[in-house]
């Protein structure tokens, strides 16, 4: 490549940040960033299986990052419409039973499992 063009194709060849699909930055790690004017911000936690908030110090991090805890509820556990079958399959840290939806990239295709919860938020 030249440097200049955009990469083009499925996979984003030649690009070195490709943009996550939605629902993929979900999960992502919690990532306070390195500066440090700390502020309290809200990402999902896949090990809890809920939104939870952490200190955020206001430069760099990852998407995994939200204003509001409904803002991260939105996007990575109840979102609108056909959005919910764009979440990533984390089946969860407990043993609640709640059947939900999640994109299954590989067959490029919607699939059910159960999400074992400790509550549903």
């Known amino acids: 490549p030249d440097g200049f063009s955009e990469a083009v194709g499925e996979h984003f060849e030649g690009c070195t940040d490709v943009p996550l699909g939605p629902g993929e930055l979900c ?42 805890q409904d803002e991260c509820k939105q996007t990575c556990v109840e979102p609108p419409g056909r959005d ?5 399959k984390i089946e969860g840290p407990c043993d609640g039973y709640y059947p939900t939806w999640y994109f299954d990239s590989e067959r490029k295709q919607c699939g059910q499992f159960v999400y074992g919860c400790c509550h549903y938020p």
């Open 27 to 68: 999960t992502l790690q919690k990532d306070r960033g390195t500066c440090r004017d700390f502020t309290v911000k809200w990402f999902y936690d896949t090990e809890y299986g809920g939104c939870s908030r952490f200190w955020y110090g206001g430069c760099e991090g990852n998407e995994n990052r939200f204003k509001t």
């Open 84 to 88: 919910a079958c764009l979440l990533p």
